[in-house]
């Protein structure tokens, strides 16, 4: 079986988006992420699992999050 192609470009190879809303949600919270990135799931009666199936079908909020996370990360 052949393995997987190596991604060296791609600073989230690897991560799941699960684990990024996590860290999100932990370092902002919902009322601050939703503030940074205008997204209702993030508003309105938000949780992990409404805004995972929001955002692995929306592109640019998708995109919006990965960026934040990778700005939030790279300041620790």
Known sequence: MDKP???PNNP????KLADIMEYLVKVYGWRELGRIIKIRCFT???SIKSSLKFLRKTDWART???ELYLDTVSKE
Not at 12 to 15: A, R, S, T
């Open 44 to 46: 309105n009666d938000p």
């Open 5 to 7: 192609p190596s991604q």
């Open 12 to 15: 989230l190879h690897g991560i």
């Open 64 to 66: 919006q999050v990965e």
